[in-house]
T-cell receptor
Framework: SQKIEQNSEALNIQEGKTATLTCNYTNYSPAYLQWYRQDPGRGPVFLLLIRENEKEKRKERLKVTFDTTLKQSLFHITASQPADSATYLCALLPTTDSWGKLQFGAGTQVVVTP | ETGVTQSPTHLIKTRGQQVTLRCSSQSGHNTVSWYQQALGQGPQFIFQYYREEENGRGNFPPRFSGLQFPNYSSELNVNALELDDSALYLC????????????FGSGTRLTVV
């Protein structure tokens, strides 16, 4: 069956350190993968998109890697700040789906302490 | 530029009732998708509307239906509500069927009792 797995345990990290989140998928050949941030009671906010032919993408303090052989994406927050505390969701567009049916993981909560 | 607006923000309904949720897409966006997010889970795709036509549907029963209007706003209707329908319902808009990120609204929290 198709699965998208993210660490279910919260990631507790000290301010200034790098947070690394993992997204693993099985039985998908995604056209691209996206990362979103979600705060409690709010909708997800788009952060980054990486395509199947890209290895790495950066935006300010954020970095995403995509390894289609390992079927894994890593999401890094460098120089983390308490304001980065949120749940981070990975989502992919299955290649066989042509109409934007994003499939989401359950998310990983990040807690950044001062 | 306005974002995606959803109404109402919270709603309590009784099992068996019907509910309509509304979404105004971001200015310039012509595609609307609806997602259901249960507590502690990621959003699950319900369906997508593009230029007023449904063009993709997830694993949801027919009692989940929708509409998109000429101004690209949208409604999600759920008939015969069940307790398991309690969730955060999210609307996301994009330009065309986007290869970029979707803009989500803050959602409607539906509680079925």
């Amino acid at each position: 069956s198709q699965k998208i797995e993210q660490n279910s345990e919260a990631l507790n990290i000290q301010e200034g350190k790098t947070a690394t989140l993992t997204c693993n998928y099985t039985n998908y050949s995604p056209a691209y993968l996206q990362w979103y941030r979600q705060d409690p009671g709010r909708g997800p906010v788009f952060l980054l998109l990486i395509r199947e032919n890209e290895k790495e993408k950066r935006k300010e303090r954020l970095k995403v890697t995509f390894d289609t052989t390992l079927k894994q994406s890593l999401f890094h927050i460098t120089a983390s700040q308490p304001a980065d505390s949120a749940t981070y969701l990975c989502a992919l567009l299955p290649t066989t789906d042509s109409w934007g049916k994003l499939q989401f993981g359950a998310g990983t909560q990040v807690v950044v302490t001062p | 530029e306005t974002g995606v607006t959803q109404s109402p923000t919270h709603l309590i309904k009784t099992r068996g009732q019907q509910v309509t949720l509304r979404c105004s897409s971001q200015s310039g966006h012509n595609t609307v998708s609806w997602y259901q997010q249960a507590l502690g889970q990621g959003p699950q795709f319900i369906f997508q509307y593009y230029r007023e036509e449904e063009n993709g549907r997830g694993n949801f029963p027919p009692r989940f239906s929708g509409l998109q209007f000429p101004n690209y706003s949208s409604e999600l209707n759920v008939n015969a509500l069940e307790l398991d329908d309690s969730a955060l319902y999210l609307c996301a808009s994009s330009w065309e069927v986007s290869n970029y990120g979707y803009t989500f609204g803050s959602g409607t929290r539906l509680t079925v009792v």
